[in-house]
């Protein structure tokens, strides 16, 4: 942090987040933490029953985690998250309805629920996960509806994309506004703001375009020394791709999209333009996912549980795999 603010202008009133692991970090670390500048928390949950924590390899004590979350609040934090993950092996509907529990305990002001992707193939550790102890595509499904129902019973709101959060917290009163923007990082309130990302395999988002930094710590450390930086790859956007982007952003944030507004923005006829990406959308109205009337489009209940689905209609570069993309394997 001393580095940073030494190269960086850091805005008084600046919302610095960290995420931590409750396995790796003691007490007064949040205190240090607080003193460093952090108001916001983060913690990497996953699962509270202790059979799912050993087949992921990631065993943590309940009672260390509600000192944290006690001890960030003591500290003045002004905003906790709590990450979970459903689709881990061994889960059920009704062990995470007991995850669910606990974590209504500690009373995060947002919440990520994130489905687990097993890709044995790219990532070595998921190699030693049975499959056959994974939950079915059906129970992974039942798993989510039952968190959105037991979350919003309890007063959060559904920001969309596996996301929660208090209706008084920053993320659910931009949704309310019409006002939510979403990044490659999450959903947030600041808008088309640059990201500079830093470090290994860190992404930036500049302008229109994106940038990623070397993944192997010792590339990057050679590739820093020899060219004083660490980048590997990036791309420029065509204005078809920020159009694009620009609509995926727009459903995935609001659930709707006006064609007048889009048209006005863009210089263009929707219906022409999106021509192909509205037949690949008809199979989606004909399940009740979307509705689309001579104005826009409107995400149904149900469709906002596949908005990855409905968002695949207008992405060019996913345009063959969402013709093939099975419920399955989303959900």
Known sequence: MGLLKQYFSVADDAEMSIEVDPREIALDVIDHLRSLGFNRLSMGVQDFNKSVQE???????????????ARAREQGFSSTSIDLIY????????SFAWTLERVLALSPD?????????????????????EGELPSAQQKLDILQQTIATLTQQG??????????????????????GQLHRNFQGYT???????????VSAISMIGDSYAQNQKDLNTWYNCVEQQGNGLWRGIALTDDDCLRRDVIKT????????????????????????????????PLIADGLVEQTATGLEVTGIGRLLIRNICMCFDRYLRQKARQQQFSRVI
Not at 55 to 69: A, P, S, T, Y
Not at 110 to 130: C, D, E, G, T, W
Not at 164 to 172: G, I, M, S
Not at 253 to 278: H, K, M, P, V
Request: charged residues 20%; glycine residues 8%.
């Open 55 to 69: 087949r992921v390899n990631r065993v943590q004590d309940e009672e260390v985690i509600f000192g944290l979350m």
């Open 87 to 94: 689709g881990l092996p061994l889960q059920t509907p009704a």
């Open 110 to 130: 947002r919440l990520s629920v994130f489905n687990y992707a097993h890709l044995p193939a790219m990532f070595a550790a998921q190699r030693k996960i049975k």
């Open 156 to 177: 959060y709101q559904f920001i969309g994309m596996d996301h929660f959060a208090k209706p008084q917290d920053e993320l659910a009163i931009a949704q309310r506004k």
């Open 189 to 199: 309130t600041q808008g088309d703001s640059d990201l500079l990302g830093l470090g």
């Open 251 to 282: 459903l995935i944030c609001n659930f709707s999209l006006n064609f007048a507004a889009t048209e006005a923005q863009w210089g263009i006829r929707f219906g022409d333009y999106f021509a192909e990406d509205l037949a690949l959308l008809k």
